[in-house]
């Protein structure tokens, strides 16, 4: 069983790792992009920013993933994110701006 500190440590760690998988090995990611968009939530909306900004880093990169790959899932997926956002649950505001500025292309401040 992971302690307190090892389960922390691991969810800060993971948007990073993540981030750099879809950037570097995007056909490899590409494979996990369901997976991707079901598991980076919590990470979203963890009360820390560093891991905030961490998770919104790897959706930034999971977006580019998603709109190089021509594939007809792409609008399911689109359509997940703009879901989970339009909710809001437990988004913080900072937060939330970050995801609608990654879908936009620009920081909404």
């Not at 963890?46 to 609008?75: F, G, H, K, N, S």
Request: proline letters at 5%.
């Amino acid at each position: 069983m992971l302690s307190r500190s090892q389960v922390l440590l691991s969810k800060s760690s993971c948007a990073p790792t993540l981030r750099e998988l879809a950037a570097n090995a995007p056909t490899v990611f590409n494979v996990h992009v369901p997976a991707f968009i079901d598991a980076i939530w919590p990470a979203l909306r963890d009360p820390r920013l560093t891991v905030r900004e961490a998770a919104v880093a790897a959706l930034r990169e999971c977006l580019v993933v998603i709109e190089q790959r021509e594939t007809r899932y792409r609008v399911r997926w689109y359509y997940k994110l703009y879901e989970e956002c339009k909710d809001g649950r437990s988004l913080h505001s900072s937060t939330f701006r970050l995801v609608v500025s990654t879908f936009c292309g620009t920081y909404v401040g």
